[in-house]
């Protein structure tokens, strides 16, 4: 899997909080898309522990503003921090596009040292050069992350030479959650929305799946396309690069937990949050209920 180390792994401000106990890794996510994430690190990192946060009740993030993402970040990252997770991985693009940089310059200083919150959008971005061959880039993602522009904005920091195209697909995430990703009525949506950023730019070759709910809609996606336009799911570069900034920092690296155990949280009901994440690791989960806020 080709991969480009990080060496700040999306804006990493470091500020350090002393803490004695051992903790899992925290991962975040608006809903169950950021399952996809974990799986790929559970599979990377089997010995770590996990921890994952999902803010069902109040999702999806993808339509809400700024300061409400950043609201609703802050809040279950502080809960993340509560339950000794020394650091947090929000694995939502749109709470990385909208919340993660105000969380790492405002919030951490305040909070101390020995704490990080990384996100999800550098590690992805890093990859993208490598993986187009016309250098015309296509982004897929929810209404927040594309008006939100950290996709065009990063890859124009690393890679200026890229030609990027978006769009928003506001209907990809329902048909997901509520278990249509199958249907054909999905066809519908997924054609529309491929049909037109192919419009805004032919020349695609690689198209980046800015939304960790789209990997369960990847077979349509692909049977809609010509296997010549390569698609970009996020979870194992993801993974890759917290892999590779574990193992350059070992100071954070000491303070989690080596059990091969994860545990669900979530702002909704758990026995919706079980069967709906059944969906997405293809196993039943336990949950327990939390509130934040």
């Given at each position: 899997m080709p991969y480009l180390r990080c060496p700040?792994?999306?804006?990493?401000?470091?500020?350090?909080?002393s803490t004695a106990a051992l903790g899992p890794i925290g991962v975040f996510d608006s809903g169950y898309g950021g399952l996809t994430i974990l799986q790929e690190m559970q599979?990377?990192?089997?010995?770590?522990?996990?921890?994952y946060l999902g803010d069902n009740a109040r999702a999806p993030y993808g339509t809400r503003s700024f300061d409400v993402v950043y609201e609703f970040t802050r809040q279950a990252v502080l809960y993340l921090f509560e339950q000794g997770c020394p650091l947090v991985i929000l694995?939502?693009?749109t709470a990385s596009a909208k919340a993660l940089r105000t969380i790492q310059q405002i919030d951490l200083p305040q909070l101390g040292a020995d704490r990080r919150v990384l996100?999800?959008?550098?590690?992805?971005?890093?990859?993208?050069?490598?993986?187009?061959?016309?250098?015309?880039?296509?982004?897929?993602?929810?209404?927040?992350?594309?008006s939100s522009q950290s996709y065009p904005i990063e890859i124009n920091k690393l890679f200026a030479h890229l030609h990027v195209t978006t769009e928003a697909c506001p209907m990809w995430v329902p048909l997901v959650e509520n278990n249509e990703?199958?249907?054909?009525?999905?066809?519908?949506?997924?054609?529309?929305?491929?049909q037109s950023i192919l419009t805004k730019d032919p020349q695609i070759d690689a198209l980046l799946l800015a939304c960790t709910h789209y990997p369960l809609l990847m077979d349509k996606i692909k049977a809609n396309l010509s296997p010549s336009i390569q698609v970009i799911?996020?979870?194992?570069?993801?993974?890759?690069?917290?892999?590779?900034?574990?193992?350059?920092?070992?100071?954070?690296d000491q303070q989690l937990l080596r059990q091969g155990t994860?545990?669900?949280?979530?702002?909704?009901?758990?026995?919706?949050?079980?069967?709906?994440?059944?969906?997405?690791?293809?196993?039943?989960?336990?949950?327990?209920?939390?509130?934040?806020?």
């Open positions: 700040l792994f999306f804006y990493t401000h470091c500020y350090m909080l599979t990377l990192l089997p010995d770590y522990n996990f921890m694995a939502c693009n996100g999800v959008i550098r590690p992805t971005v890093e990859v993208l050069d490598q993986l187009s061959t016309s250098k015309h880039i296509g982004v897929l993602g929810t209404a927040g992350t594309i990703f199958r249907s054909d009525g999905a066809d519908y949506f997924i054609q529309q929305h491929l799911s996020q979870g194992a570069y993801v993974a890759a690069s917290l892999k590779d900034y574990l193992a350059r920092h070992p100071a954070m994860c545990t669900f949280k979530t702002t909704e009901s758990p026995a919706k949050f079980s069967e709906a994440a059944a969906l997405f690791l293809l196993q039943a989960v336990e949950a327990e209920r939390v509130f934040l806020g």
